[in-house]
């Protein structure tokens, strides 16, 4: 590994080109870096150094005893050692390296400073903005990557075609209740609904407000139970991650006009009992639920696979929503969710 050659290149940056680095911040820093390593490359014995620039990661690459290794420019501004990476997706990566390794200035106090450090150990976490990112931290305490903290090793990282599928769950873990990711997509493809544009749900054509509504009354059971406002955030964040589509009156389109009876049970019932007692939206409920992924239900009903797979989609929906109006006190509503459900299995 050339880790000499780095610090001989910070202690030339840091020292004697200290001057020169002045006010040379993000892209300009590149050619003075350029410099420095062609001065040192005698001593290194670095046989090719090659200033690639523009939209390609690293910014810099160099050849020793005939392994390539690559060298990232950042700078910050800032008093931290820190700042944004690039995507995690790395469509512009050079191949064929060795390594990669972080060349950090930091800007902000009275005189440049410098430091370097291995790509892998600094990258220790990821920010979604327009599509993910790793964040760069030159201060990143031994085992505190990113990649420690998902398991899998950069390099394992970058032979995948689905990055993202690697930090999915780790993200997720780190939300806070009624927070969901917001860059969602499984792979590279896009789905025909997924927007750049964040839009209201009443601006939605009515098949796709139909799509969005029975996706959240399968996916967040939730719904059916207490009547917190709070059963509302997951949806909510759902319908934003999903779709981009925000809806303000989302609680009241669950519960505008109170409760309405229910002959089959003799009752006055929440209106939100109705997509149960009515049977072609239920039906409707039941398609959503069968064309739904299964790693979609395991992520949302946070309950093994296997136990899915075991119990059947509908039985485990069905005991779901069981349990959520046990959990309300709600004993009455059992014989109306026996009764929806009767027709695809046999309810307990």
């Known amino acids: 590994m050339p880790f000499d050659i780095l610090s001989d290149l910070v202690s030339l940056l840091n020292g004697p080109l200290n001057k020169k680095t002045e006010g040379k911040t993000g892209i300009s820093l590149e050619p003075v870096v350029e410099n420095a390593l062609i001065s040192i490359s005698s001593k290194h014995n670095i046989q090719e150094i090659v200033l690639i620039s523009g939209h390609k990661f690293p910014d810099i690459t160099f050849k020793v005893n005939g392994r390539t290794f690559g060298l990232e420019v950042k700078t910050t501004s800032s008093q931290r050692w820190s700042s944004m990476g690039g995507s995690i997706m790395e ?20 005189r440049p ?3 370097w450090r291995r790509f892998e150990e600094c990258a220790d976490n990821i920010k979604i903005t327009h599509s993910p990112r790793y964040t760069i931290n030159m201060d990143t305490p031994d085992g505190g990557s990113i990649f420690n903290k998902i398991g899998v090793s950069y390099e394992q990282v970058s032979g995948l075609e689905n990055k993202f599928s690697v930090f999915r769950s780790y993200l997720k873990s780190q939300a ?8 969602l997509p499984e792979s590279e493809e896009i789905d025909e609904q997924q927007s750049s544009f964040v839009k209201a749900f009443d601006s939605l054509d009515s098949s796709l407000q139909t799509r969005i509504t029975t996706e959240i009354l399968v996916l967040f059971p ?3 139970g ?22 303000h009156c989302l609680r009241d389109r669950f519960t505008a006009g109170g409760k309405v009876y229910v002959a089959e049970i003799g009752e006055k019932v929440p209106k939100m009992m109705c997509f149960l007692s009515d049977e072609l939206v239920f039906q409707s409920l039941i398609d959503c639920l069968n064309n739904l992924d299964l790693e979609l239900l395991t992520e949302y009903w946070e309950i093994p696979t296997a136990e899915i797979s ?9 005991k779901l929503l069981k349990k959520q109006i046990n959990n309300n006190n709600a004993y009455y509503l059992g014989p109306l969710l026996r009764s929806a459900f009767r027709k695809y299995i046999v309810p307990n």
Do not use: H
Not at 176 to 183: F, Q
Not at 229 to 242: E, I, N, T
């Open 113 to 115: 400073e410098f430091k």
């Open 222 to 224: 939730e719904l059916f």
């Open 176 to 183: 806070n209740p009624g927070e969901d990711v917001w860059w």
């Open 226 to 247: 207490n009547k917190s406002r709070s059963k509302y955030y997951r949806a909510s964040a759902y319908m934003v991650s999903r779709y981009s589509v925000t809806d």
């Open 91 to 110: 469509t512009t990566k050079i191949e064929g390296l060795e390594d990669i390794f972080i060349l950090f200035g930091m800007f902000g106090g009275t």
């Open 310 to 318: 075991q119990n059947g989609k509908v039985r485990s929906w069905y």
